[in-house]
């Protein structure tokens, strides 16, 4: 069982490794030996764990993902939300307001640079977007807000440009508090 997990574990840390080095280099995808480096593993370890960059990247996509949605589900364990907290809370956690969250935010960003050019990527991505669309639909729709399709498909574009901002000018707590007021307070 132990060797199960050691590769999982150091899949995860040089995911974690991609996460920093694509914040701190604001999306350039970073070299093989700068990734072995932050991670604190040789290049033949990366190779050993992923045949190309866009593996690494899918992965590290995903491993954000996930951290990304466990603390959302902890979030969720506090008791039984309204779709005004539940939307908050899925908000709050894809902004980039700390380094972790600014890491998953950057590799997202590369994802997303990557699924302009390349189809298999571009799939990833309108999967995950359907995923989140969905989310915030159903969210708006226990609400009872008109439109909820539209309410979604609005506040999914509007994270798409505060995350953006959150990256290159910084977080601004008032800012992000009013337009997540007046998106989430309906129309």
Known sequence: MRERREPDARRATIADAV???????HGAFPGMREIAAEAGVTTGTLQHHFSTK???????LEHHCRRCAGRLQA?????????RQVLSAI????LPLD??????TSV????????MT?????GHYRAQRRILLDLFSEQFERADTPR??????ILLQVIDGMRTDCLLLGPDAAQIDTVLDRLLSGP
């Open 19 to 25: 996460g920093r080095l694509l914040m701190r280099g």
């Open 54 to 60: 866009d593996e690494m990247l899918l992965f590290a």
């Open 75 to 83: 979030r969720s364990k506090e008791g039984t939300p309204s779709p």
């Open 91 to 94: 908000v709050t956690e894809l």
């Open 99 to 104: 380094e972790e969250r600014a890491a998953e």
């Open 108 to 115: 997202a960003m590369a994802f997303v640079s990557r699924a």
């Open 118 to 122: 390349d189809p298999g990527f571009a």
């Open 148 to 153: 909820p399709s539209a309410a979604a498909m």
